[in-house]
């Protein structure tokens, strides 16, 4: 909005003037001449018109004389009524306020008009101190123009243009918030008509990032006053930034009891504002989830802008209203021997809080984080556990349960008990139980690793000694996984004894080569075994234990010549017998028989055996190797006889034939020796000759014994 100001002398003013009462007495006049009387005009708006004498005795003139006077001051007087009645209009405009960043240059513009013309002003600047007081700090008029001292804006202050446009603008360099102040521009015209203009310069600073400081410690429920949540700042803004405190995007206004902002400002020397807002609540459990910041306001050239600081959280300490008491582990049902884990907690948070856990009203030791930890359980650990959380502060209590069951499985009960005793061919009836807090459980029959029978039962009919042995029940309880007992039975079957099948009890040793001989024997009662040989003697057992068959028997024997060892064993229902027949293998050696084919006759070295012994004969091993030799000469005599009948070297094939026609020389006479060690074959003449084999001749030689 602009401002103007008109200052003229309005026709009623000159009338109110009291003129003629400052005209001389008629009849007289002054000493002085007329001519020196004179009226002065102040150049103050606010001055009046007043006829000032010269100082002198009055003096009586002429009538004439007193009578011109009085014209001429009329005419005078007439002449002087009609200039004051048009005295100048200015007109000054000027912005209710220039806006600017602190350190920037502001420009404030003074516009203005006159009736007579805008050439000849008088141009001058001022400014309103924090007192009210008018400061000049420029003057100009046509002929000079100057800065007044010792202000604070002399040295950062310019003023442009003449006064001959209507524009004059002050610029002020470098502007601080200490130049926050209203300036005026008054403009005097050439007929002393006066007109000023008021601007407001209006500095302002972007404030720094503003911080928001949440208090460490927890806060109670309980308080009775409102606490302290935390601390917002900002500093160096000007004008003075506003901080808003919100929770979780709603503001929060002050409340004497519930919401308490307490704010503090600093002002620096450079003027420049910081604020810091306190914050205190009375909290609820529900701020334990809240968000608390600061809205910061501040202001701009044309304008506001907004920043928040981070978001913080508070620790709320608020008491239980539950106690919840559960069992962590084992998940699911808990069986005897597992080792468990029981929890107590609250749904508060009070540091003052403590629990504790008993049973029947005993209390047992808890470890860290309220959790009791038991053992290897027992049934007798089954029952009702209570968590009681106390506050120390109000001591009020409060508490929850739990029921905890352990499920047993006794251990399982054999009938017969452990062992029973039954001829071979009778039958026999076992049976398995466990008592158990879960009805469902199941039963197997294991002998020997390999399961046999399912159910609480097992009958064994017709038993033999492949019936017997231990047999384990297992019962298990298919809810709980592990759970489980198991007992066992064994099965002995009365009988003569029964030598287990051998597999080898032909055995060929070196000579002096130790051999172990082992007999196992089933039969109850558990038979006795001596070693004996064929001669008659006793061995010496090296080792004997027994097992659920019966009992197995080891005995070492030193072969020095053909041996045979008896394994006797015997209880009160018979005996059983079983021979080991042992060769010595004796190195010799002894010449083959040969035969020749195609000129080639093959002599062998070979390792002889003496014959295995029989079981029951001692020479039975000779005559089988008798028997084997003849077979083998049989062999090779047809051999030669077919071989010598396709060639037709026989009688009724080619005609007559003389088997003695050709006499071999003894020099043809060739003999090929094979060595067991080598397979280089030599061939000799009958005078010992070493000859090739391709020097042999093609006919038949006769075989030589």
Excluded at 50 to 77: F, I, N
Excluded at 95 to 122: H, K, N, P, Y
Excluded at 362 to 391: F, I, K, P, W
Excluded at 536 to 562: C, F, H, W
Aim: hydrophobic share 35%.
């Amino acid at each position: 909005m602009s401002r103007s100001h008109r200052h003229f002398l309005q026709w009623q003013d000159l009338l109110s003037l009291p003129l003629l009462h400052h005209l001389p007495p008629r009849g007289c006049t002054a000493a002085a001449p007329a001519s020196d009387t004179v009226f002065q005009q102040d150049q103050s708006l606010s001055d009046s018109l007043s006829y000032k004498p010269q100082h002198g005795q009055l003096q009586c003139r002429p009538t004439t004389m007193a009578a011109r006077d009085s014209a001429s001051l009329l005419v005078r007087l007439l002449v002087l009524f009609h200039t004051w009645g048009v005295w100048a209009n200015v007109d000054v405009n000027m912005e209710d306020r220039v806006e600017v960043f602190r350190g920037d240059t502001a420009q404030i513009t003074c516009l203005f008009t006159s009736s007579d013309g805008v050439g000849g002003m008088i141009i001058q600047w001022f400014y309103v101190k924090p007192s009210g007081e008018k400061q000049k700090i420029y003057y100009q008029d046509t002929t000079m123009k100057f800065v007044d001292r010792g202000t604070q804006f002399t040295e950062r202050m310019s003023v442009n243009g003449t006064g001959a446009t209507g524009e004059i603008v002050l610029t002020i360099s470098n502007v601080q918030p200490v130049d926050e102040v209203e300036f005026i521009c008054l403009i005097k015209g050439l007929t002393d008509g006066t007109g000023e203009g008021r601007t407001k310069l209006k500095v302002f600073e972007t404030p720094e990032r503003p911080t928001i400081e949440g208090v460490q410690t927890g806060i109670s429920v309980n308080e009775d006053s409102p606490s302290k949540i935390g601390i917002c700042e900002v500093k160096n803004g000007f004008p003075m930034p506003n901080i808003t405190w919100y929770r979780n995007n709603t503001p929060l206004r002050a409340d004497r009891d519930v919401v308490k902002v307490v704010p503090s400002i600093t002002t620096e020397s450079t003027k420049l504002v910081s604020v810091r807002s306190e914050l205190s609540m009375k909290v609820t459990k529900e701020d334990k989830d809240n968000l608390f910041y600061c809205e910061i306001t501040y202001f701009i050239p044309g304008g506001t802008k907004m920043t928040e600081t981070n978001r913080i959280n508070i620790t709320v300490y608020y008491p239980s209203t539950a106690v919840s008491v559960w069992v962590e582990s084992p998940k699911g049902k808990i069986k005897e021997g597992d080792s468990i884990e029981i929890h107590c907690q609250g749904n508060g948070n009070m540091p003052s809080s403590f629990f504790k856990i008993s049973k029947k009203g005993s209390e047992l030791a808890m470890g860290d984080g309220n959790v009791l930890v038991m053992d290897n359980v027992t049934r007798h650990q089954s029952g009702v556990y209570e968590c009681t959380s106390t506050d120390t502060d109000t001591f009020d209590e409060i508490s929850g349960n739990t029921t905890v069951f352990v499920n047993f499985l006794d251990p399982a009960v054999v009938m017969p008990e452990d062992t029973v005793v039954v001829a071979q061919g009778e039958d026999l009836m076992a049976t398995c139980n466990a008592l158990s807090s879960l009805s469902q459980t199941q039963t197997v029959w294991i002998k020997n690793g390999v399961e046999i029978s399912v159910g609480h039962s097992l009958t064994l009919k017709n038993n033999t000694f492949e019936t017997a042995g231990t047999y384990m029940c297992v019962v298990t309880v298919p809810e709980i996984e592990g759970m489980e007992t198991n007992g066992t039975l064994t099965v002995y079957v009365q009988g003569p004894p029964d030598i287990l099948e051998l597999e080898n009890t032909e055995i060929d040793a070196s000579y002096e080569e130790t051999v172990n001989l082992s007999c196992h024997v089933r039969g109850f009662p558990a038979p006795s075994i001596i070693w004996t040989t064929s001669d008659g003697k006793n061995l010496e057992t090296t080792s004997q234990m027994k097992t659920e068959e019966g009992v197995r028997s080891v005995v070492s024997v030193t072969v020095t010549a053909d041996i045979i060892a008896f394994c006797n064993a015997s209880n009160e229902f018979g005996t059983d017998t079983v021979a080991f027949n042992i060769t010595a293998i004796i190195q010799t050696t002894t010449p083959a028989t040969t035969t020749t084919i195609f000129s080639t006759t093959t002599i062998s070295s070979a390792t002889a055996k003496t014959p295995p012994a029989k079981k029951t004969s001692g020479g039975r091993g000779v005559i089988i190797a008798v028997i084997i030799i003849c077979i083998l000469l049989l062999a090779i005599l047809g051999s030669v006889l077919y071989f010598l009948y396709k060639k037709g070297k026989i009688c009724g094939r080619s005609g007559k034939q003389d088997l003695t026609k050709e006499k071999s020389s003894k020099d043809n006479i060739v003999v090929e020796m094979k060595s067991d060690n080598t397979e280089e074959a030599v061939l000799l003449g009958v005078n010992g000759e070493k000859q090739p084999p391709n020097d042999q001749s093609g006919e038949y030689l006769d075989v030589q014994k």
